[in-house]
């Protein structure tokens, strides 16, 4: 293998990673717990959007736009742990009530 090849091959990986990562990283068993991920904007600042509408994410009352990437790893982590937990709160009512 070239070293040209193994360069590529190495970019092309970390390309594939980046996009994993922006859209919030390994999902779940139940995709619905995954509903936000980031972006990179134009601007080079970040935004955390909801993955099934594009809109980006508001969190206490604030739209989640224009963030550095720690900010949007962060909310976005945020978020998808909430979204986690208010599943679970769903689900012991449920077994709770039936």
Known sequence: MSRDTAETGRK???????????????????????????RI?????????????????????????????LEATRGMSRLNLRQVECCREIVSVNKAVG
């Open 12 to 38: 092309q990986i970390a390309a594939a990673i980046s996009v994993w990562e922006n859209e919030g990283g390994a999902p779940g068993r139940d995709p619905v717990h995954h509903q936000y991920g980031r």
């Open 41 to 69: 904007e134009a601007d080079r600042s970040w935004t955390v959007y909801n993955v099934f509408t594009g809109i980006p994410a508001c969190l206490d009352g604030d739209a989640m736009t224009g963030l550095s990437r």
